[in-house]
């Protein structure tokens, strides 16, 4: 045997082993749990065949509790290169089979070899989460790593798409890299996600309370909205990761992947000339709306089951991927909440960071009334959307189906908040209030002085439907220019599109500074 093939030999060796992770024993108990490999994970991700891992020979520095008789190749991470329909993808997944995927300061260097090379040639980084947190054996250093990491994703965010996938555990500080990033995924049953586990909480406050009900994937996805999309299985969620990305550009230099669209641009849906309801306050689903025009009917919702009076997602309109933002009549009348104005406003941020336009459907009766809104800070929330839309330079067409009142009509990117193209509905009720809550304060006095009821409610009657003739209409904003027109809603699809791609060049800078002060 030449020397080369000995060499060659004991590098297929080395590979091998350094692929087992933490031995088949551990491998049968990741699979018996329902959960995929690191490597697994990675090959469903990425194109066929393109994975090229980094630094798989690295291993720990630590000498202490007997770690010194336990170093194994790659050393609890998985990182390396590959695309996605072709694209430079970066990407980490944490090995639950090495040290339960704890974290350690080799561990740490190697995510962020991969997040400073994916900085340098604006590629996205997606990480895969399977994690007992910091590597108890290496104190401090494994903190310093986390820290290292968080460093990277903050000078990233904005620079680059950063998605995170949570796949097993992610507790301690370690949930803040995921928080760090601009997306999360988990799966039912064998993800969670806490900064202090059951035991601690039960320590501390008493509370007993299970994993899965403290941040397994359910509460994330309904309760805190800290995840943006939750999944059956890894499978699913991995296919997921990947439709996400074909909506994405890799920087935000670059402008979003524009498809082949077979879609005819000028499809006239008859459905939404009858879609509104005859009477104000009965809902329709806005969704209806939203596939009705969009090519294909193809939504990616993101958290679909959090803050539901407002839709967001990605879809696209001949091809270009647009952000969707969209009030929904169909859950709390589409109000706008706190809840509801977070969401919606850091999707508008990560759209306008990354060149992807805004089209945003409005029928908002306005903010949530009452002192649970007031004491959690919807003033500062509230202010959060307002602030998003005004300082989006990227393209934003906005169409009011129904209802825009008061401060939710100027918060939904109306004309003055930069709103390049705005179409309105003949259906479209634009006013500073709903007819009811006017009347009440334009004719009290007079209303408290007719004592008979019906006669009253006649008045009421009169005086409302006066109102709605005169200002629950869509021609007082087009009189001002405030609504650039009133388009017949079978045409919308059309209409957006031509808009978009009349915007398509649209070029608009914010004043320098260091950076803006939005109310957090
Ligand atoms: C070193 C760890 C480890 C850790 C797990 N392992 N967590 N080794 N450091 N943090 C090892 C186990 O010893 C075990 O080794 C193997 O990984 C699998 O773990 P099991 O406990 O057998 O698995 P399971 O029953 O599925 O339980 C998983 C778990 C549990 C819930 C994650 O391991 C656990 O509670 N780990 C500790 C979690 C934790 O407290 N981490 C520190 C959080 S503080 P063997 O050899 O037996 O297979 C933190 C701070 C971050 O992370 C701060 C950032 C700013």
């Known amino acids: 045997m030449s020397i080369n093939t000995e060499k060659i030999r004991e590098l297929v060796k080395k590979r091998d082993e350094a692929r087992l992770g933490g031995g088949v024993k551990r491998i049968d108990a990741q699979h018996e749990k329902g959960k995929l490999t690191a490597r697994e994970r990675i090959n469903l991700l990425l194109d066929e065949g393109s994975f090229e891992e980094y630094d798989m020979f690295v291993t720990h520095r630590t000498f202490s509790f007997g770690l010194d008789k336990q170093r194994i190749f790659s ?129 501390v406050t008493g509370e007993v309370i299970s994993t899965e009900d403290l941040g397994g994937a359910h509460v994330h996805a309904t309760k805190s909205g800290v995840s943006h999309f939750l999944t059956e299985t890894e499978e699913e969620g991995i296919m997921l990761l990947r439709k996400l990305m074909s909506y994405l550009p890799s920087n935000n230099l670059e402008d979003p992947p524009v498809i082949d669209n077979n879609d005819p641009i000028d499809r006239l849906e008859d459905t939404l000339n009858e879609i509104i309801p005859d009477r104000p306050n009965k809902p329709y689903d806005v969704k209806d709306v939203i596939s009705a025009t969009v090519d294909h009917g193809e939504f990616l919702e993101l958290q679909r089951n959090y803050a539901k009076n407002i839709v967001i997602g990605f879809a696209r309109y001949n091809g270009r991927p647009v952000g969707i933002v969209a009030n929904q009549p169909n859950f709390l009348a589409g109000v706008l909440d706190i809840d509801a104005s977070r969401k919606a406003a850091r999707f508008v941020r990560f759209c306008d960071a990354f060149n992807i336009p805004i089209v945003t459907l409005v029928d908002v009766p306005g903010f949530l009334p009452g002192s649970g809104q007031e004491y959690g800070g919807i003033i500062i929330h509230g202010a959060k959307l307002l602030f998003a839309y005004g300082e989006a330079t990227v393209p934003k067409v906005t169409i009011t189906l129904r209802k825009s009142y008061g401060g939710a009509h100027d918060v939904m990117s109306c004309k003055q908040l930069r709103g390049d193209v705005n179409y309105a509905w003949p259906t479209a009720e634009i006013a500073v209030m709903g007819a009811k809550g006017a009347i009440e304060v334009l004719e009290g006095r007079n209303i408290a002085k007719i004592e008979d009821e019906q006669e009253k409610q006649k008045f009421i009657q009169e005086k409302e439907e006066e109102y709605i003739e005169k200002f629950a209409n869509p021609y007082q904003a087009a009189k001002y220019g405030f609504i650039d027109d009133i388009i017949e809603p079978r045409n919308t699809r059309f209409r957006v599109i031509r808009a978009l791609e009349a915007l398509s060049t649209k070029k608009e800078m914010n004043p320098p500074r260091k950076h803006n002060n939005i109310p957090l």
Not at 87 to 104: E, H, N
Not at 142 to 168: D, K, M, W
């Open 75 to 203: 050393d609890g991470v998985v990182t390396g290169r590959g695309t996605i329909d072709g694209r430079i993808i970066y990407v980490f997944a944490q090995d639950f089979t090495v040290f339960g995927g704890s974290l350690s300061e080799t561990f740490a260097l190697k995510i962020c070899k991969i997040l400073d090379q994916a900085m340098k040639v604006g590629a996205p980084v997606i990480g895969l989460n399977d994690s007992g947190g910091a590597r108890i054996q290496e104190g401090v250093r494994s903190l310093a790593g986390y820290a290292e990491i968080f460093q990277r994703n903050i000078l990233a965010s904005g620079v680059i798409p950063q998605i995170s996938a949570i796949f097993g555990p992610c507790a301690g500080g370690a949930v803040y890299s995921p928080a760090l990033t601009d997306f999360i995924l988990m799966t039912e049953n064998t993800s969670y996600m806490f900064v202090t586990g059951p035991k601690v909480v039960q320590t």
